[in-house]
């Protein structure tokens, strides 16, 4: 169950220091470890999810750049972590 051992994804805006967004999302437990106040820096995020469970999420892309996304799960997002690429249409 996700209270157990849960995961998400949280795509993160340019330029977001992930380090301090990850370990402000580790006290964000009870709102599916997504800081409210740090919501600003964000892109899209799916909700928590368990096992046997999916998320799905739609968004516009950002302008081209590379993106930072993790898991905030508490402590996750040292080994799931990866980058967004957009890429301007050619």
Do not use: R
Request: proline share 4%; aromatic share 8%; hydrophobic share 40%.
């Amino acid at each position: 169950p996700k209270d157990v051992m849960g995961h998400n994804v949280v795509i993160l805006k340019g330029g977001v220091d992930v380090t301090a967004f990850a370990n402000a999302a580790q006290t964000a437990a009870k709102d599916g470890y997504i800081p409210k106040d740090k919501t600003d820096q964000i892109l899209a995020h799916t909700n928590l999810i368990g096992g046997g469970e999916s998320a799905t999420i739609e968004f516009v892309a950002p302008e081209p750049g590379t993106y930072k996304y993790i898991c905030t799960y508490s402590g996750h997002w040292y080994m799931m972590q990866g980058e967004m690429v957009v890429k301007a249409k050619a």
